[in-house]
């Protein structure tokens, strides 16, 4: 592959299996300030959602070529959007708002976007900062989990919403709340996927201290999607990618933020804002990390 940058090699212990640890080199317009907070992807491709300018970025997974743009029609929002999260269900694309603490549907078909308004919970209670960052669903028992990065109490909180479709339309039904405590307010959640063979939700996990990057911190948790409920839940780190991320402080921005596991890898990207709120001014360049799993 030639996008793949094999700059550093970890094996690490997931399980029973070793891994791999591998730095991918997104085409050269990921250069440009895009803030790329979410992740996800289907069989063939991955999907990178531009945190300000409101586009998805669509790329073959086989070798990181561009084969599409999703611009998303947000003109009746008039402060504007931060998309920190995203998620495929069928042929929708399920993107979170935090900035208004929302959750979209844009039909890959159709090309719609809608509002979704979940019963049982008022998400603009989680906009802005520190609202809700990731996204992900279990397509198998149509449940859909999000992340709110951090509350005052230094907990995440992972809210579990039954789905259904009805006319073409999803609904949502909130089920329960789940508390993963972290040690000092310097950690928080960033990312959320979802672990089919393992039956787990895998938590991006950020240690950041402001003005010390050499004390970032980047992992990667995993909590028993069993083990989910109105109660504090149990998390456990899966892996460390501390190492990896601070050797391409220099070279790429490092704020990891994106997270999207396939049964063959685990894939992350970084946010690289730089304070220009501009998608067209250029940047540190994006990172994508792929840890194989098998």
């Given at each position: 592959?030639?996008?793949?940058?094999?700059?550093?090699?970890?094996?690490?212990?997931?399980?029973?299996?070793?891994q791999q640890i591998?730095?991918?080199?997104?085409?050269?317009?990921?250069?440009?300030?895009?803030?790329?907070?979410?992740?996800?992807?289907?069989?063939?491709?991955?999907?990178?959602?531009?945190?300000?300018?409101?586009?998805?970025?669509?790329?073959?997974?086989?070798?990181?070529?561009?084969?599409?743009?999703?611009?998303?029609?947000?003109?009746?929002?008039?402060?504007?959007?931060?998309?920190?999260?995203?998620?495929?269900?069928?042929?929708?694309?399920?993107?979170?708002?935090?900035?208004?603490?929302?959750?979209?549907?844009?039909?890959?078909?159709?090309?719609?976007?809608?509002?979704?308004?979940?019963?049982?919970?008022?998400?603009?209670?989680?906009?802005?900062?520190?609202?809700?960052?990731?996204?992900?669903?279990?397509?198998?028992?149509?449940?859909?989990?999000?992340?709110?990065?951090?509350?005052?109490?230094?907990?995440?909180?992972?809210?579990?919403?039954?789905?259904?479709?009805?006319?073409?339309?999803?609904?949502?039904?909130?089920?329960?709340?789940?508390?993963?405590?972290?040690?000092?307010?310097?950690?928080?959640?960033?990312?959320?996927?979802?672990?089919?063979?393992?039956?787990?939700?895998?938590?991006?996990?950020?240690?950041?201290?402001?003005?010390?990057?050499?004390?970032?911190?980047?992992?990667?948790d995993h909590i028993?999607?069993?083990?989910?409920?109105?109660?504090?839940?149990?998390?456990?780190?899966?892996?460390?990618?501390?190492?990896?991320?601070?050797?391409?402080?220099?070279?790429?921005?490092?704020?990891?933020?994106?997270?999207?596991?396939?049964?063959?890898?685990?894939?992350?990207?970084?946010?690289?804002?730089?304070?220009?709120?501009?998608?067209?001014?250029?940047?540190?360049?994006?990172?994508?990390?792929?840890?194989?799993?098998?």
């Open positions: 592959m030639k996008n793949l940058i094999i700059l550093v090699i970890g094996i690490i212990s997931l399980g029973l299996n070793a591998q730095f991918l080199d997104l085409p050269s317009f990921f250069d440009r300030e895009f803030e790329i907070s979410g992740l996800t992807g289907n069989e063939k491709n991955l999907f990178l959602a531009a945190e300000r300018c409101a586009k998805i970025f669509v790329i073959k997974k086989e070798d990181l070529t561009h084969i599409e743009t999703i611009h998303l029609n947000i003109n009746d929002i008039p402060n504007g959007v931060e998309i920190e999260g995203l998620s495929l269900f069928k042929d929708f694309l399920l993107l979170i708002d935090e900035k208004n603490g929302k959750i979209f549907s844009f039909n890959l078909k159709t090309k719609k976007l809608i509002t979704l308004k979940p019963k049982g919970i008022d998400l603009s209670l989680f906009k802005g900062r520190y609202g809700i960052e990731g996204i992900a669903v279990d397509e198998k028992s149509k449940v859909l989990y999000l992340l709110r990065e951090k509350n005052e109490k230094l907990q995440s909180e992972i809210h579990a919403f039954s789905m259904s479709e009805k006319d073409g339309s999803l609904n949502l039904n909130y089920r329960n709340q789940t508390l993963v405590q972290h040690k000092d307010e310097k950690w928080r959640y960033t990312g959320l996927s979802i672990d089919y063979e393992n039956n787990t939700l895998l938590c991006l996990k950020s240690y950041y201290v402001k003005g010390q990057p050499h004390l970032d911190k980047t992992e990667i028993s999607i069993d083990s989910l409920s109105n109660k504090n839940s149990k998390s456990n780190m899966l892996l460390s990618l501390t190492k990896e991320v601070s050797f391409m402080r220099n070279s790429f921005a490092t704020n990891i933020e994106g997270i999207y596991s396939d049964n063959e890898s685990i894939f992350v990207t970084s946010d690289n804002g730089e304070g220009k709120k501009d998608c067209s001014q250029k940047s540190m360049k994006t990172i994508m990390i792929r840890v194989k799993k098998h």
